[in-house]
T-cell receptor, first 114, second 111 residues
């Protein structure tokens, strides 16, 4: 199946830990993204990345860092987790000039920090 | 800064009704607009993508329109079914191909 897949689906961890969420797309898209959906269900961009440029939403703490081993993968690493980081994180991909194709989203990772 | 608003926030209708979901955005200099559906605890499913040069797109019982000059888009759902119950999200494409989302409309279609 052509898709955006992310793992794990659920992640429960303690404050202060470091964790990673993995994302892979097999759609041949050149740009990948991370979005955060908070408790009020509002979705906000965190990062946009292709092999040339990383764009970071200025509101994202530097404890969050994207890591891309290749064009098909964009992992999200989070250091020193805090209670407020609990949310659902969505990976997505598109073509950089995405107008003709739009976005495809993964199914989300529900992160709970205790 | 782009802001996207969706009205109503929640909607409950009996099965079979035709309905309209509204989306407005403050900066008309958008590239494109995409409507998504999100089921509880699930990811986002793309419904319709309207390119900036288009005024509407149709897929089955769904029709989405775009009026950039007035900063508005509507999603029309014909002959609603219980399976249409979900949250509908409107998102506009900004520079850098990043999306700004509205808060969503939670739709409940009652049998």
């Amino acid at each position: 199946d052509t898709a955006v897949s992310q793992t794990p689906k659920y992640l429960v961890t303690q404050m202060g830990n470091d964790k990673s969420i993995k994302c892979e797309q097999n759609l041949g898209h050149d740009t990948m993204y991370w979005y955060k959906q908070d408790s009020k269900k509002f979705l906000k961009i965190m990062f946009s990345y292709n092999n040339k440029e990383l764009i970071i939403n200025e509101t994202v703490p530097n404890r969050f860092s994207p890591k891309s081993p290749d064009k098909a993968h964009l992992n999200l690493h989070i250091n020193s987790l805090e209670l407020g980081d609990s949310a659902v994180y969505f990976c997505a991909s598109s073509h950089l000039r995405g107008g003709n194709y739009g976005y495809t989203f993964g199914s989300g990772t529900r992160l709970t920090v205790v | 800064k782009q802001e996207v608003t969706q009205i109503p926030a929640a909607l409950s209708v009996p099965e079979g009704e035709n309905l309209v979901l509204n989306c407005s955005f403050t900066d008309s200099a958008i590239y494109n607009l995409q409507w998504f559906r999100q089921d509880p605890g699930k990811g986002l499913t793309s419904l319709l993508l309207i390119q900036s040069s288009q005024r509407e797109q149709t897929s089955g019982r769904l029709n989405a329109s775009l009026d950039k000059s007035s900063g508005r888009s509507t999603l029309y759902i014909a002959a609603s079914q219980p399976g249409d119950s979900a949250t509908y999200l409107c998102a506009v494409f900004n520079a850098g191909n990043m999306l700004t989302f509205g808060g969503g409309t939670r739709l409940m279609v009652k049998p």
